[in-house]
């Protein structure tokens, strides 16, 4: 099908209301950039799924992170989406303000260096992401180890997403099919998602991200709903293979292993953590022990915009206290965030 027919029979759907969740805050970003939206009836809806790691990152690890920023001798790393996220007394942002040593890096591997310069100093990395960091994580360890670098240690906050989907599936049962994230899915490959499609009976189409790429792949979800189909489409075949990257793959298997975790706004998720085992198992700081779902400020709905149970905009807070510069909840802080994406994008 042509592009033109495409948006044409899109915008001429006159079928039943369906929602699809865009689980990627990447793919948000890119739907308004396209301005794919302005395409869709109004009974075609796309909401925002658990796919941003800052923004499900509870309140617990927060604080983890600032306990460490403002122990004398100590740094905490951090990459700078983390820096505004809050905590339950404040965001590392506020601890850097308040003393604490903080700071940015870009790459884990910037960690490893700086502990093998600086042995009188303690770091500790905060490990946020999903399967597409995880595996850069691993690298910095397995270095560190090599090395004999003692004074790092790792806060994870390392997720697999699948369990989340399947979550979303269980208790929000007005999804109809999954805009599956790029990013990941490019380490995951294509099999995992099947599972989705056949035990839950959702379609699933996997994009990149340009403009007819998510054309595509929103459409074919539209196709599938209509017909009764099931299947899972790979829509970014240059960069997404049948059975992911197999190395990256590995690498993460050699040295995490599968553990329960919070998601905030969705609670404790069993076998949807990543926890360091085996030989680097020493260079865990505490990981394992944040397990408490700490409540979001009064009146905020990240948790409700994470499971596409609201849109940002109808949050109370949204754009009026809650901005990027001042964030209520975590979905604001990020540029994968779907308040901020939402807030940069509101005109």
């Known amino acids: 099908m042509e592009l033109q027919e495409a948006i044409s029979y899109l915008k001429e759907y006159r079928g039943r209301p369906l929602t699809f969740m865009e689980v990627c805050g990447t793919h948000t970003a890119a739907i308004f950039k396209g301005g794919l939206r302005s395409f869709l009836p109004p009974s075609i809806r796309l909401v925002s799924g658990p796919g941003c790691p800052v923004c499900v990152t509870p309140a617990a690890y927060v604080d983890k992170c600032v306990e460490y920023a403002m122990t004398e001798g100590c740094v905490l790393l951090s990459f700078g989406d983390m820096l505004k996220v809050p905590g339950s007394r404040m965001s590392l942002a506020q ?12 790459s884990p591997m910037e960690a490893v260096e700086k502990a093998a310069a600086h042995p009188e100093t303690s770091y500790v990395l905060a490990a946020v992401g999903f399967e597409t960091t995880a595996p850069v994580f691993a690298l910095a360890v397995e270095a560190a180890r090599e090395r004999g670098i003692q004074n790092l240690r790792l806060v994870t906050a390392l997720k697999t997403v699948f369990p989340a989907l399947e979550w979303v599936c269980r208790e929000e049962k007005g999804i109809d099919g999954f805009l599956c994230p790029g990013h990941v899915s ?5 099999e995992p998602y099947r599972k989705l499609a056949i035990d839950y009976k959702k379609p699933c189409a996997i994009a990149g991200f340009e403009p007819e790429h998510l054309l595509a792949a929103i459409l074919d979800l539209v196709r599938q709903s209509e017909e009764g189909s099931f299947q899972v489409r790979n829509y970014y075949k240059n960069a997404v293979k049948e059975r992911g990257n197999r190395r990256a ?14 998601w ?9 953590g990543f926890y360091l085992k085996g030989e680097v198992s ?9 397990r408490e779902d700490m409540a979001l400020p009064a009146g905020c709905r990240c948790g409700d915009v994470i499971v596409g149970r609201a849109d940002p905009a109808e949050c109370p807070f949204f754009g009026k206290p809650c901005t990027p510069q001042d964030p209520y909840g975590p979905c604001m802080v ?5 308040c901020g994406v939402w807030y940069r994008n509101r005109r």
Do not use: H, N, Q
Request: aromatic share 6%.
């Open 95 to 106: 601890a850097r303000g308040r003393g604490g040593r903080v700071e940015l890096m870009y």
């Open 186 to 190: 490019v380490v995951t490959g294509v």
């Open 249 to 262: 793959l590995e690498l993460t298997e050699r040295c995490f292993e599968k553990g329960p975790a919070v």
């Open 264 to 272: 905030r706004g969705l609670g404790e998720i069993a076998d949807s």
């Open 282 to 290: 020493g260079y865990d700081g505490g990981s394992r022990e944040l």
């Open 334 to 338: 990020s540029p994968e965030g779907a």
